[in-house]
C-alpha cells in the first residue's frame, strides 16, 4: 500500500512538468496578416484590391476582395496556389512559407470577404 501511495505521488507531482513540456513544445499558429503583408500585399493590396501599378503590370492580377473571387477561393485552394504558382506571373511560395504559414495566410485572405473587413460605416 505504501508502494503505491508513492508512486501516485511521484506520478501526480510529474503531470506539471509534463504539461508544461507540451505548451512549450507546441508552436503557435503563424501570424497570417504579418506574412500577408510581407510576401503578398506588394502586388496584392493591403485589403485584397491590388494597387494600380500592379495591375498595369500584371493585368490579370485578382482582387481578393472581390465577393465573386472569394466564392470560388476555399483556404485549400488559396493554399494550392501558394504552394505550386498561378500563371506566369505568380510565383511559387513553397520554398519561403510552411505549410502551416501558407495556411494563416489564406485563412487571412478570407477575411477579405467579410463585410466588416472593408467597411467604415452603413
Avoid: W
Wanted: with cysteine; aromatic share 4%; glycine share 4%.
Amino acid at each position: 500500500m505504501r508502494v503505491c501511495t508513492i508512486v501516485a505521488a511521484v506520478v501526480l507531482s510529474a503531470l506539471p512538468i509534463v504539461a508544461a513540456a507540451q505548451a512549450t513544445t507546441a508552436s503557435p499558429e503563424p501570424d497570417g496578416a504579418a506574412l500577408y503583408r510581407q510576401n503578398c500585399r506588394s502586388c496584392h493590396g493591403a485589403r485584397g484590391v491590388p494597387p494600380a501599378r500592379m495591375l498595369t503590370i500584371y493585368p490579370t492580377l485578382k482582387t481578393l476582395a472581390d465577393s465573386t473571387v472569394q466564392t470560388r477561393m476555399t483556404v485549400d485552394t488559396i493554399v494550392a496556389v501558394l504552394r505550386h504558382s498561378r500563371g506566369k506571373d505568380m510565383k511559387p511560395f513553397a520554398d519561403r512559407l510552411s505549410p502551416a504559414e501558407m495556411t494563416a495566410v489564406a485563412k487571412f485572405v478570407k477575411t477579405f470577404a467579410s463585410p466588416a473587413a472593408g467597411s467604415t460605416g452603413p
